[in-house]
């Protein structure tokens, strides 16, 4: 069974989120840190604390039966405060995950896609994100119109305009 849909992430989504920031700071098999190490990181936790707070914004894709099986979601941060992809004061930073069995599978994709309408819903002229350049996603990304603004050391900081 490959079917899935997209609908708008909850206050309820909360755990399920924090499931997948743990899947994108484990993406490759080299990170394993446990889910509690990586929720009680703050510089991780970040991306999730307080879901679902005024301003975020984000997408399940679930599975025929309902049940989740990714996420992506937006979210602004402070420039006193800000993620690995910070850009600016204005501009929310996505994070992307995909249960390990649904990967492959289109999710991730139609997951970007929903979210960058309701960026455009929201009223946001641009997304970003940071990515680490060894991660495959990143081919999806540019795929998506994403476009790296700044290089670190490892890792890229993507953005791209909200049409
Ligand atoms: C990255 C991730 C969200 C992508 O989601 P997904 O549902 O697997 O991706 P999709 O099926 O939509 O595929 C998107 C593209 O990536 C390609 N792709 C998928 N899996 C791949 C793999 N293992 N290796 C290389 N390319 C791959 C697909 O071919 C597709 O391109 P195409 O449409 O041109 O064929 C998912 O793999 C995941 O959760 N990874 C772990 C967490 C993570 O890395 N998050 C991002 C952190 S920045």
Request: aromatic fraction near 8%; charge should be positive; charged fraction near 15%.
């Amino acid at each position: 069974m490959t079917s899935f849909q997209i609908r708008p992430a909850t206050s309820e989504d909360a755990r399920f989120l924090a499931d997948m920031l743990v899947e994108a700071a484990n993406w490759s098999h080299l990170h394993t840190r446990s889910r509690v190490a990586v929720l009680e990181d703050p510089h991780i936790s970040h991306y999730i604390a307080g879901w679902k707070r005024p301003g975020d914004f984000g997408s399940v894709a679930v599975d025929a039966h309902g049940i989740a099986i990714g996420g992506c979601w937006g979210r602004l941060f402070p420039a006193n405060a800000p993620g690995h992809g910070f850009v600016a004061v204005g501009v929310p930073e996505l994070t992307l995950g995909v249960n390990t069995q649904w990967r492959a599978l289109g999710v991730g994709r139609a997951l970007l896609q929903a979210v960058g309408q309701q960026a455009k819903a929201a009223g946001h002229s641009r997304l970003s994100l940071s990515v680490e350049r060894a991660n495959f996603a990143q081919r999806l990304y540019v795929s998506e119109g994403f476009i790296t603004v700044e290089s670190g050391t490892g890792s890229d900081t993507m953005v791209r305009a909200v049409r």
